[in-house]
């Protein structure tokens, strides 16, 4: 309870999930609590081991049994990012909740920056990036294609070169909670949502230690996934190709009738032919595979499975002001 005249100390979750990082865990969280040492906040740093084969847990559990605002939840085996992430928001019970990669390319240093929006009234602090050292042009100009491209087919507006570097208040975390699709993006996800958001630029450096976890392949799937699970414009596109396709071939067929009876000329040659029969194959393969994509998604929805599964927990308490009960939330998984 808290005593008349005193303000309650509001309190913080710290998010971070971590795959193979044990060179990084050290230095990051050192950053970090230099950064938050001197806030007047009651902090929790929970790492998320998302089934890491090296020592990021031993690591983790060692850095808890010297500071006891340290946590972990240790995946059964590599659930991905976004389930990591929904993990640590999850587990979250706090005033707000921050979430930043351990690599440290998110900088643990502007955290007071993101809390002082949060206590002049922003709901969703979003870092973005104003420069990435190291980053190819690659890299820079995919995804700088990939925002444009999503932001032109989706209804939702998602924040460019906006990663996981957040922060969110403890209502913004409770309707995040509720949305369980299984092919999370939650750079979406948080765009959908709403409330009121503020952006603060920061420099994105070069990874700290190891290397990046992110092949070409997977961000080809991750930006698949953005794409199904926010905008319909694949399925339109198949159908106007079709209805394109469809009126050429309406077209040629006249056009083959007209000569015949009017000018008593037949169309001749294979290479047409078979030219028109393998562009209409490849739309009709087009459109299944659209279709595919997006049933396939269905599939994974009707099952139901858990997004993550808990190999072990270590959760530390947090003081703070009286909250909502749990009850109130969604079943967790």
């Given at each position: 309870?808290?005593?008349?005249?005193?303000?309650?100390?509001?309190?913080?979750?710290?998010?971070?999930?971590?795959?193979?990082?044990?060179?990084?865990?050290?230095?990051?969280?050192?950053?970090?609590?230099?950064?938050?040492?001197?806030?007047?906040?009651?902090?929790?740093?929970l790492f998320v081991d998302d089934g890491s084969t090296d020592r990021t847990a031993q690591e983790c559990f060692a850095l808890a049994?010297?500071?006891?605002?340290?946590?972990?939840?240790?995946?059964?085996?590599?659930?991905?990012?976004?389930?990591?992430?929904?993990?640590?928001?999850?587990?979250?019970?706090?005033?707000?909740?921050?979430?930043?990669?351990?690599?440290?390319?998110?900088?643990?240093?502007?955290?007071?920056?993101?809390?002082?929006?949060?206590?002049?009234?922003?709901?969703?602090?979003?870092?973005?990036?104003?420069?990435?050292?190291?980053?190819?042009?690659?890299?820079?100009?995919?995804?700088?294609?990939?925002?444009?491209?999503?932001?032109?087919?989706?209804?939702?507006?998602?924040?460019?070169?906006?990663?996981?570097?957040?922060?969110?208040?403890?209502?913004?975390?409770?309707?995040?909670?509720?949305?369980?699709?299984?092919?999370?993006?939650?750079?979406?996800?948080?765009?959908?949502?709403?409330?009121?958001?503020?952006?603060?630029?920061?420099?994105?450096?070069?990874?700290?230690?190891?290397?990046?976890?992110?092949?070409?392949?997977?961000?080809?799937?991750?930006?698949?996934?953005?794409?199904?699970?926010?905008?319909?414009?694949?399925?339109?596109?198949?159908?106007?190709?079709?209805?394109?396709?469809?009126?050429?071939?309406?077209?040629?067929?006249?056009?083959?009738?007209?000569?015949?009876?009017?000018?008593?000329?037949?169309?001749?040659?294979?290479?047409?032919?078979?030219?028109?029969?393998?562009?209409?194959?490849?739309?009709?393969?087009?459109?299944?595979?659209?279709?595919g994509e997006y049933l396939g998604q269905v599939l994974e929805e009707s099952k139901r499975r858990p997004l993550y599964l808990l190999a072990d927990t270590h959760l530390p308490a947090l003081v703070g002001p009286a909250r909502e009960p749990k009850?109130?939330?969604?079943?967790?998984?």
């Amino acid at each position: 309870m808290t005593t008349p005249g005193i303000a309650a100390q509001k309190s913080i979750d710290i998010v971070v999930p971590a795959f193979n990082e044990e060179a990084c865990i050290r230095t990051f969280y050192e950053r970090t609590a230099r950064a938050i040492d001197a806030l007047p906040y009651a902090f929790r740093i929970l790492f998320v081991d998302d089934g890491s084969t090296d020592r990021t847990a031993q690591e983790c559990f060692a850095l808890a049994a010297s500071d006891p605002r340290v946590g972990l939840l240790r995946f059964s085996r590599n659930f991905g990012h976004q389930a990591a992430l929904t993990a640590g928001l999850d587990a979250a019970d706090a005033d707000a909740v921050i979430t930043l990669d351990a690599d440290l390319q998110h900088p643990p240093e502007k955290l007071p920056d993101f809390i002082a929006a949060w206590e002049q009234g922003a709901e969703i602090v979003s870092g973005v990036r104003a420069r990435a050292e190291g980053a190819s042009l690659w890299k820079r100009s995919t995804s700088t294609l990939f925002y444009r491209l999503l932001n032109a087919i989706s209804p939702f507006k998602i924040t460019a070169d906006s990663p996981d570097f957040r922060l969110f208040d403890r209502k913004v975390v409770n309707a995040i909670r509720r949305l369980r699709e299984q092919s999370r993006f939650l750079r979406g996800i948080y765009s959908w949502v709403g409330f009121r958001e503020v952006q603060l630029p920061y420099t994105q450096a070069e990874r700290a230690a190891g290397r990046t976890h992110y092949s070409n392949i997977d961000m080809l799937v991750f930006a698949l996934r953005a794409v199904l699970s926010f905008s319909h414009a694949p399925l339109r596109f198949a159908t106007y190709l079709g209805l394109c396709v469809s009126a050429l071939a309406f077209g040629f067929g006249m056009y083959a009738i007209v000569m015949n009876v009017v000018f008593h000329q037949v169309i001749r040659g294979w290479t047409s032919i078979a030219v028109l029969v393998s562009f209409f194959s490849g739309v009709q393969l087009l459109t299944l595979g659209v279709l595919g994509e997006y049933l396939g998604q269905v599939l994974e929805e009707s099952k139901r499975r858990p997004l993550y599964l808990l190999a072990d927990t270590h959760l530390p308490a947090l003081v703070g002001p009286a909250r909502e009960p749990k009850s109130s939330l969604p079943p967790r998984d």
